[in-house]
């Protein structure tokens, strides 16, 4: 499992994850209150197989966890991993500023 995106390969992971529109959505959700998969599906109007999968992607990508809550799971974000990939993302964009002064000659 996947703590941090501090490596290309993790960061590629985590934009392939979140590209995904249902589990972008998913995410946008759980910005506001841990949820469980019936909340998820109620408000994304997926089915409960997809919101599953999504949710299962979600965390092997290391960007939610889960709390038993009785016969339930609740999802939540793990903040330090969006911090981490904004900060990677802020580096790029950094770099690219950088960049606009650079040109290889042919």
């Known amino acids: ?18 590209a995904d529109p249902l589990r972008r959505r998913i995410v946008e959700l759980l910005t506001q209150e841990q949820l469980c998969t019936c909340h998820l599906v109620e408000e994304t109007g997926a089915g409960q197989t997809t919101v599953s999968n999504a949710l299962r992607l979600l965390r092997q990508a290391g960007v ?13 974000l793990r903040p330090e991993v969006l911090h981490a990939l904004a900060g990677e993302v802020a ?3 950094v770099d690219a500023d950088a960049a606009q002064a650079r040109k290889r000659p042919c």
Not at 10 to 17: A, C, I, M
Not at 64 to 76: H, K, N, S
């Open 64 to 76: 939610v966890e889960t709390e038993p809550c009785g016969r339930f799971t609740y999802y939540r």
């Open 91 to 93: 580096q790029l964009a």
């Open 1 to 18: 499992m996947m703590t941090s995106p501090s490596t290309d390969a993790s960061v590629g992971s985590l934009f392939k994850v979140l």
